[in-house]
């Protein structure tokens, strides 16, 4: 048979590039797949020279002749490994089985593609390559190695303050969460992203790149800015492809560190908010996102030029494919990604990290794309997404072995590993587990009196203030009668008045008759001299305490001279006595609790002190119940609110639960102590806990 004459692919893009060591090599752009191949520079000389009309020991021959020297079986070899990457025409590869299977590969990918786009979309809106250009000498004034220096002389203390945070019981920094300052949010998070962007856009363009593209990504309908940077690999020094990656995630460091300290200084308000959450989303987005190198974001990149494996991702799904094809079923002619024993080490790990991570990813963007529509829509979204992502990928994985059913011969020794994996996996997900999900909860009092001013006086004198405790008949407030001794004195005199007028009209026989009618005004007026005496007396007397307790609230007006005005309240008298432990729960874990259950309530009282009791009652937690609640997020509390009018300023954005557990408050800790409460599941498997939150999940609304 005769040996084929193979061709290296002319549309292919190279550039060198320098390893650490010293080692030049080259990378190959595959135009049509968007892949990226690193290849040594020996193994490009040989490929290179190969134009459809040699055969490998031809090759081989040609090159010897200009002082370059291979062995027939390693160039055949390294012709074989290009082919099957496809970066080579006219070889055994290239055959109408082979291209047919191709074919189909790429035609079921495309579709795959088509649908899973609607959740990873990219919109480009402008070419910012010039205003890069023009602006890229602001850039270097801000980016060098001095504010390199001072931030990380900074860090420390950011570390300390964002520390400081996460402990934080006040949270007086939550009170944004409501729709009323979801403006400032929106803007705080895009300046975040446009620093994030720009940093990786001057980078790239201080090494000489193109930027031919900035726009807007929608990952998973969620809105996000992005650069395309992807020249970077034209870049010999992987050290500078390294400092493209990392700019974004240092520019939203030096924010997050700046926004530490503007949090730490400044008083509660806006400014302290917006701060917390820029430095929040940050630290948030780097970690979980930008440096996360499971996902193909800045991380994915700096990871995959640290190892110098080019392709990190496809391949290691390729070297898993390529272990269960060959390693389990036996099949030949599978092509193994990894050449090295550093590779295999590499894409076997990174390859069960990825898969893992995918399964979970998947199923959070199915879910989470039906959470942000309605049932309808978001059935019929998530629907897709599940057969794009999941039940497609399945079937064409199936679909291969079934029709490579002839060639399979399995391999018994791989067959046992891989049933043990998965009876292992299987006994993890079947395993009844105990898990706790905790609620926040607060010192409650059953009994409560509201303090108010009952006469249309002045205060004369506060006994009393926020947080203090009194004793039964003890004095809270002290009122001026000095008012009412006047109306009183004007109301007896008028009083007295009266009656010498009934007197007077008695003894004429002409206006006898009015007499009756000034009968009645002056009983009147008698009734209510009667009243102010009583009003006087209580002024004298002050308002006493009705019950043993603590002021839970005061309001900040009441002093000297103050005038609330009749009936007014201006504070709060519980009793310590008589407790209750109020846990909130949200709607969708109502499922969790159930009455007559044993909770257990932590409270940050010296080094943390844990009680137990059952569930005495759990009902809905009215918007009136959160009004002035300390876990409003008005007050700083973790329960997001909105005003609704000006009587209704914390409603709840979502439907909240309260359970009630009675409590002998033995140790005297302060009515309106916040603190955590556990309350632990039944036990069920991590399959039968899938199952249960799906099944609520399609069923939280209304039947179609």
């Known amino acids: 048979m005769k040996e084929p004459c193979p061709k290296f692919r002319p549309d292919l893009e190279s550039s060198p590039i320098h390893e650490s060591g010293g080692e030049k090599n080259i990378v190959l752009k595959d135009p049509v797949s968007e892949k990226y191949f690193r290849l040594s520079r020996w193994e490009y000389e040989l490929l290179k020279i190969l134009d459809g009309t040699i055969t490998a020991e031809e090759a081989v021959t040609r090159l010897k002749s200009s002082g370059q020297f291979y062995s027939t079986e390693d160039a055949r070899l390294i012709i074989s490994k290009a082919a099957q990457a496809g970066l080579l025409l006219g070889t055994g590869f290239g055959t109408v089985k082979f291209q047919k299977e191709l074919g189909q590969r790429l035609v079921d990918a495309k579709r795959s593609r088509r649908l899973a786009g609607m959740y990873f979309m990219f919109i480009p809106l402008f070419n910012p390559d010039k205003f890069l250009e023009k602006t890229i000498r602001l850039y270097r004034l801000v980016a060098n190695k001095w504010t390199i220096s001072m931030l990380a002389l900074l860090a420390p203390g950011a570390v300390y303050i964002g520390l400081l945070a996460a402990m934080s019981k006040d949270s007086e920094f939550l009170f944004f969460f409501n729709f009323h300052n979801l403006l400032y949010l929106w803007v705080t998070l895009g300046i975040t992203k446009l620093a994030h962007e720009f940093a990786h856009a001057y980078r790239a363009k201080s090494f000489g790149l193109r930027v031919p593209q900035m726009g807007v990504a929608f990952l998973i309908f969620f809105p996000c800015l992005y650069c395309n940077t992807t020249q970077a690999w034209q870049l010999a020094d992987r050290k500078e492809r390294i400092s493209i990656s990392v700019a974004g995630i240092v520019a939203e460091g030096a924010l997050a560190i700046l926004a530490s300290y503007v949090w730490y200084f400044s008083r509660p308000g806006v400014l302290n908010s917006l701060a917390f959450y820029l430095m929040a989303v940050s630290f948030v987005s780097t970690v979980l ?416």
């Open 289 to 704: 996102f930008n440096a996360n190198p499971l996902m193909r974001y800045d991380g994915y990149y700096i990871l995959s030029d640290l190892l110098g494996v080019t392709n990190l991702s496809s391949k290691s799904l390729s070297y898993m494919r390529f272990l269960f094809m060959k390693g389990v079923m036996g099949l030949q002619g599978i092509q193994n990604p990894a050449v090295t024993p550093k590779e295999t080490l590499i894409f076997t790990t990174y390859g069960i990290s990825a898969l893992l991570y995918r399964a979970f990813l998947y199923f959070a963007i199915v879910m989470g794309v039906y959470y942000r529509f309605n049932k309808l829509i978001g059935v019929i979204l998530a629907l897709i997404g599940l057969l794009a992502l999941v039940l497609l990928p399945m079937a064409r994985g199936i679909k291969n072995l079934y029709l490579k059913r002839a060639e399979i011969h399995i391999n018994p020794k791989g067959a046992a590993i891989f049933s043990s994996v998965l009876l292992v996996a299987l006994l993890i997900l079947l395993k009844p587990m105990s898990s706790k999900t905790v609620y926040p909860c607060y010192l409650d009092s059953t009994l409560s009196q509201k303090i108010t001013v009952p006469l249309q006086t002045s205060i004369s004198k506060v006994h009393i203030r926020d947080g203090q405790p009194t004793q039964k008949d003890s004095l809270l407030l002290q009122l001026d009668p000095t008012l009412l001794e006047l109306d009183l004195y004007k109301k007896r005199v008028d009083c007295l008045t009266t009656k010498i007028q009934v007197e007077l009209l008695l003894l004429d026989d002409k206006e006898m008759s009015k007499a009756a009618e000034k009968l009645v005004e002056s009983e009147q007026l008698e009734h209510e001299t009667k009243l102010l005496e009583t009003d006087l007396a209580l002024a004298k007397s002050g308002i006493v305490a009705p019950f043993s307790g603590v002021v839970t609230r005061l309001d900040y007006r009441v002093q000297n001279g103050f005038q609330p005005g009749k009936g007014t309240v201006v504070g709060e008298l519980k009793s310590n006595k008589d407790c209750v432990i109020r846990i909130l729960v949200p709607e969708s874990d109502r499922n969790k609790v159930f009455k007559g259950q044993t909770v257990h309530v932590w409270f940050p009282v010296r080094s943390g002190r844990i009680y137990s009791d059952k569930v005495e009652q759990i009902m809905p937690y009215s918007e009136k119940d959160l009004r002035n609640s300390p876990f409003s997020s008005r007050f700083g509390g973790e329960i997001a609110t909105e005003p609704k009018s000006e009587t209704l300023r914390d409603a709840p954005l979502d439907a909240q639960y309260v359970c009630n557990i009675p409590f002998d408050n033995k140790d005297g800790l302060q009515l309106g102590l916040t603190g955590r409460c556990a309350v632990e599941s039944p036990r069920k498997s991590l399959l039968s806990r899938f199952l249960s939150s799906g099944a609520r999940a399609f069923n939280r609304e209304s039947l179609l």
